[in-house]
């Protein structure tokens, strides 16, 4: 069953080393991501269709690309161990185990946060929501928009709703970013640990 909560909290508990098992604070990067939104969302308050096209292009891709991931991961459950029975062995094919369960969970946190942001981006795509011309002399209709072009309330309302979406549009953007980062490096990793190192080549 999707449980937003458990992708969150399984993806949260993949920030440690790998060797030394020594968790890593995620405070620093959630300061860091948190004051470059809010700076990106002060200085560029609005972003022309095209962009937010080609981000929505964009993701697609890396949704693809996260998808195909999982789809081997899931693969990769299925096939026997040849891993030696020493005891050696045992905590190498243990530990890579663990390492797979965690890709898994990276994957479906990436995913969720760039389905997010794509829900975000259609919506700063979205036209501005008009009073048919059939209705706009309709009682109602016509003191709303009566309202609408002599109160400041209806600016102020749109102006916080608008620079609150875009400081979560640029918040996820980062996020995926930072998340695609990871997953790529992660994967790498995990195909490294599974060949037991990549030996360099020699030049």
Same mark, same amino acid.
């Given at each position: 069953?999707?449980?937003?909560?458990?992708?969150?909290?399984?993806?949260?508990?993949?920030?440690?080393?790998?060797?030394?098992?020594?968790?890593?604070?995620?405070?620093?990067?959630?300061?860091?991501?948190?004051?470059?939104?809010?700076?990106?969302?002060? !200085?560029?308050?609005?972003?022309?269709?095209?962009?937010?096209?080609?981000? +929505?292009?964009?993701?697609?891709?890396?949704?693809?690309?996260?998808?195909?991931?999982?789809?081997?991961?899931?693969?990769?459950?299925?096939?026997?161990?040849?891993?030696?029975?020493?005891?050696?062995?045992?905590?190498?094919?243990?530990?890579?185990?663990?390492?797979?369960?965690?890709?898994?969970?990276?994957?479906?946190?990436?995913?969720?946060?760039?389905?997010?942001?794509?829900?975000?981006?259609?919506? +700063?795509? !979205?036209?501005?929501?008009?009073?048919?011309?059939?209705?706009?002399?309709?009682?109602?209709?016509?003191?709303?928009?009566?309202?609408?072009?002599?109160?400041?309330?209806?600016?102020?309302?749109?102006?916080?709703?608008?620079?609150?979406?875009?400081?979560?549009?640029?918040? !996820?953007?980062?996020?995926?970013?930072?998340?695609?980062?990871?997953?790529?490096?992660?994967?790498?990793?995990?195909?490294?640990?599974?060949?037991?190192?990549?030996?360099?080549?020699?030049?």
């Amino acid at each position: 069953m999707f449980n937003i909560e458990s992708i969150i909290r399984n993806n949260n508990a993949t920030f440690y080393d790998f060797d030394t098992r020594k968790r890593r604070s995620q405070k620093p990067k959630v300061a860091v991501l948190t004051a470059l939104s809010i700076a990106l969302a002060i !200085l560029c308050p609005k972003v022309s269709d095209n962009l937010l096209a080609g981000f +929505l292009a964009v993701q697609s891709i890396l949704l693809g690309f996260t998808f195909n991931v999982m789809f081997f991961l899931v693969g990769q459950n299925k096939e026997k161990s040849t891993e030696p029975q020493s005891i050696e062995g045992q905590l190498r094919a243990e530990r890579i185990k663990t390492l797979y369960h965690e890709l898994f969970y990276n994957v479906s946190y990436f995913n969720l946060v760039a389905i997010m942001s794509i829900i975000t981006a259609t919506g +700063l795509l !979205l036209p501005t929501m008009e009073v048919p011309y059939f209705l706009q002399h309709v009682g109602f209709f016509q003191s709303y928009l009566h309202w609408l072009s002599t109160s400041t309330v209806p600016t102020v309302i749109g102006t916080i709703f608008h620079d609150s979406l875009m400081f979560v549009f640029y918040l !996820l953007a980062c996020e995926v970013v930072f998340s695609i980062a990871r997953v790529i490096g992660r994967t790498s990793f995990y195909f490294e640990r599974k060949m037991g190192g990549v030996p360099p080549l020699d030049c």
